[in-house]
């Protein structure tokens, strides 16, 4: 019996978790920014006082 199904699954869940971790990564980092962006403009409004 050859190991190589138990080896190509592993790399395949290998490469699947990465791609989870950067497109939930990548998702993250976009909302913060949306965040920060709305954070600066209203710290930037006339009248508004950090």
Do not use: C, E
């Amino acid at each position: 019996m050859t190991h190589l199904p138990f080896i190509a699954a592993s790399y395949g869940l290998f490469v699947l978790l990465a791609l989870w971790l950067s497109i939930s990564a990548t998702l993250r980092l976009r909302t913060a920014k949306r965040r920060l962006r709305a954070l600066d403009a209203a710290l930037a409004a006339p009248g508004v006082r950090p």
